[in-house]
């Protein structure tokens, strides 16, 4: 089991860019693929990036693409977004997620095979 604290989030307004961190321990990091997610109100959770135990792939959801990136530094055992230009459309709860195990290069996308989760960062994008 790993504990994930996430940080980085707060209010900015459109156009503008936040980096979200989240930072592990209890646990060793590389074995890890980690995942963010998004949950605003009255949404379900839905999927933002995920990067692989190497760190070589990473995958995003399409809403996302071209404007975040998820990187991890495991040598500080934390994973990063980063988010540019940024709109309404994306304010939500923020979560980072870690699922132990799998293969090297995998990436992994859907909630459900997360195993440990983070207690969220608010992202707020004001018009």
């Known amino acids: 089991q790993v504990q994930l604290v996430e940080s980085g989030g707060g209010l900015v307004q459109a156009g503008g860019s936040l980096r979200l961190s989240c930072a592990a321990s209890g646990s060793t990091f590389s074995q890890y693929v980690m995942g963010w997610f998004r949950q605003a109100p009255g949404k379900e959770r839905e999927f933002v990036a995920t990067?692989?135990?190497?760190?070589?792939?990473?995958s995003y959801a399409d809403s996302v693409k071209g404007r975040i990136t998820i990187s991890r530094d495991d040598t500080k055992a934390t994973v990063y977004l980063q988010m540019n230009n940024l709109k309404p459309e994306d304010t939500a709860v923020y979560y980072c997620?870690?699922?132990?195990?799998?293969?090297?290069?995998?990436?992994?996308?859907?909630?459900?095979?997360?195993?440990?989760w983070g207690q969220g960062t608010q992202v707020t994008v004001s018009s």
């Open positions: 997620a870690a699922k132990s195990g799998g293969s090297y290069h995998a990436t992994v996308a859907s909630p459900r095979l997360y195993d440990d």
């Open positions: 990067i692989s135990r190497s760190g070589r792939m990473t």
